[in-house]
């Protein structure tokens, strides 16, 4: 069993910047995806960014170039560093936790925050 807690959400402008972290505990398998969905009123909820445990990481074309997603593993931690920041970021971000090896495959959430860019 994880848990997952985020933190850094908030109201920013366009073009401003948000960083968002999210600490895992629990369970931890050591090889893992961990990554950041978000999902906007009306709207599935998408891929922003993912990072494996060897440091591979996976962006959605619309955040590529403006995003960076990080972890520290010793510490189950990833970030999110949010740049360039436009109103159709505006979302609820979820932390994610993935374990995808059969037999042992895990999804686990995070409760999400919440990111407004205004215009």
């Known amino acids: 069993q994880v848990q997952l807690v985020e933190s850094g959400g908030g109201l920013v402008q366009a073009g401003g910047s948000l960083r968002l972290s999210c600490a895992a505990s629990?369970?931890?398998?050591?090889?893992?995806?961990m990554g950041w969905y978000r999902q906007a009123p009306g709207k599935q909820r998408e891929l922003v960014a993912s990072?494996?445990?060897?440091?591979?990481?996976n962006y959605a074309d619309s955040v590529k170039g403006r995003f960076a997603i990080s972890r520290d593993n010793a510490k189950n931690t990833v970030t999110l560093q949010m740049d360039s920041l436009k109103p159709g970021d505006t979302a609820v971000y979820y932390c994610?936790?993935?374990?995808?090896?059969?037999?042992?495959?895990?999804?686990?959430w995070g409760q999400g925050t919440q990111v407004t860019v205004s215009s």
């Open positions: 629990g369970s931890i398998f050591s090889v893992n995806v």
């Open positions: 994610n936790y993935e374990v995808p090896t059969s037999g042992r495959r895990t999804t686990t």
């Open positions: 990072i494996t445990s060897s440091g591979s990481t």
